[in-house]
């Protein structure tokens, strides 16, 4: 029976674009997507409708934008399903969940609920409460005195406890993420971002030594009932290296840590968290522990992982939010080989004979995935856009790629 609803999707990254294919392909669904700015991942796709909504990140919009959206397509009689593909879009669904409800299927938790998560400072409680490791932490707050000494050494890593309110205050030279070397490093890019109108707290870290294979993503589901469903941990291969882009995953292979998995269903459960979510982690061989930094309150970056390898993230909203059906949880044993950049760049990058050895095995046997090639989404523009982007692919890792020294 062909499934009678429509995908709304918020943004126009690779996120968005893998949300999109998911849909596509297990219910043959275009999916209309909403964001303030095209990009060249969702330009000329045959599987989405996109419509450019300028400052729809503003709340008065967004919910006039909703508002207008769901007349229109009410009389077509068909469920709406609306996706934010980034944190700052899923917090104005939370936060508009009360106003949207009644017109639109939101498989997102509630604010409270969000912030436990969002925000650092109670997320690390939450740690502590569920016997989870995470890196040494110093939490700095506008206003503080900069004479303070931390009980780690450097260098440390710097980033924002709420990254909504950080993007939103834009400056030359804003990361992501900050490598930071010295004391004076520190108090000087503390107080560039404050001097740009930044609000909220800074958290800084303990920096776990160790390059891109030590980082771990952890993509989970968890159904309207409020139980984990599915579970699947990947192992970093590569992340990106520009600037922005630092901490996104470029390439992973599925692996398996049963306890610590565990660990991280049990945090969520207790809270009464609902949907997808995806849990940044990277191991520390100084202690032989893997340590959380975030759980983010989406379907991560490389969430086409898990629907390449048969466990499709659409079906998992569609199955819970529209046919009511609840599943045992599942923890993906499997490995498998997902990327977004081109396979040379990870046989070239990739130090770790073994992992190497492995994605070459997962290749050969066809357990490996892209996100952004799809044989039901080809034309001669899309296809030229690609190979473009494998190209400047190679350019990029040339320029920012550096080998950690640790």
């Known amino acids: ?53 300028k400052d729809l990140d503003e709340n008065q919009v967004f919910l006039k934008t909703m508002n207008n959206l769901y007349k229109e397509l009410k009389t077509k009689k068909k469920k709406l399903i609306l996706i934010g593909c980034a944190d700052h879009y899923v917090r104005l669904i939370v936060t508009n969940k009360d106003k ?62 709420d990254s909504v309110l950080y993007f939103k205050a834009s400056f030359p030279g804003q990361y992501k993420v900050y490598t930071i070397n010295s004391k004076e490093e520190l108090d000087e890019t503390l107080k560039k971002i404050y001097d740009a109108g930044y609000l909220g707290n800074m958290i800084i870290q303990d920096r776990i030594p160790g390059y891109d294979n030590k980082m771990y993503d952890l993509h ?48 969520l459960e207790s809270i009464g968290y609902e949907g997808w979510c995806d849990c940044d982690l990277k191991y520390d061989e100084r202690d032989n522990k893997i340590k959380i930094f975030e759980i983010n309150i989406r379907q991560g970056r490389s969430h086409y992982r898990n629907t390449g390898s048969g466990y499709n993230v659409a079906k998992y909203i569609v199955d819970s939010y529209i046919n009511n059906i609840e599943k045992d949880l599942l923890l993906v044993k499997e490995p498998y080989f997902w990327h977004v950049i081109p396979k040379k760049i990870v046989l070239d990058y990739v130090e770790d004979k073994e992992k190497l050895a492995l994605v070459k095995k997962l290749i050969k046997e066809g357990k490996v995935c892209h996100s952004l090639f799809y044989k039901e989404d080809k034309s001669f523009k899309r296809n030229f856009y690609l190979i473009m982007r494998n190209i400047n692919q190679f350019k990029k890792y040339k320029k920012y790629y550096k080998k950690d020294l640790d």
Request: proline share 4%; with cysteine.
């Open 1 to 53: 029976m062909k499934e009678e609803f429509i995908p709304i999707l918020l943004a126009s990254d690779i996120n968005v674009y893998s949300m999109a294919r998911a849909f596509h392909e297990e219910y043959k669904v275009k999916s209309i997507v909403l964001a303030r700015n095209t990009s060249g991942i969702i330009n000329h796709s045959k599987i989405i409708e996109y419509r450019e909504v």
């Open 100 to 161: 949207l409800k009644d017109k639109f299927i939101l498989p997102y938790t509630n604010l409270e609920t969000l912030n436990k998560i969002v925000l650092k400072e109670t997320f690390y409680e939450l740690c502590e409460k569920n016997n989870i490791d995470y890196p040494k932490t110093h939490i700095y707050k506008k206003g503080d005195s900069l004479d303070f000494k931390l009980d780690f050494d450097y260098p440390v890593i710097l980033k924002p406890s």
């Open 220 to 267: 989970v589901f968890v159904g309207k009932s409020k139980k984990v469903e599915y579970m699947n941990l990947g192992n970093v291969l590569l992340e990106e290296h520009t600037p922005k882009g630092l901490g996104s995953n470029a390439a992973t292979i599925t692996v398996y840590n049963e306890e610590l998995m565990l660990k991280i269903k049990n945090l």
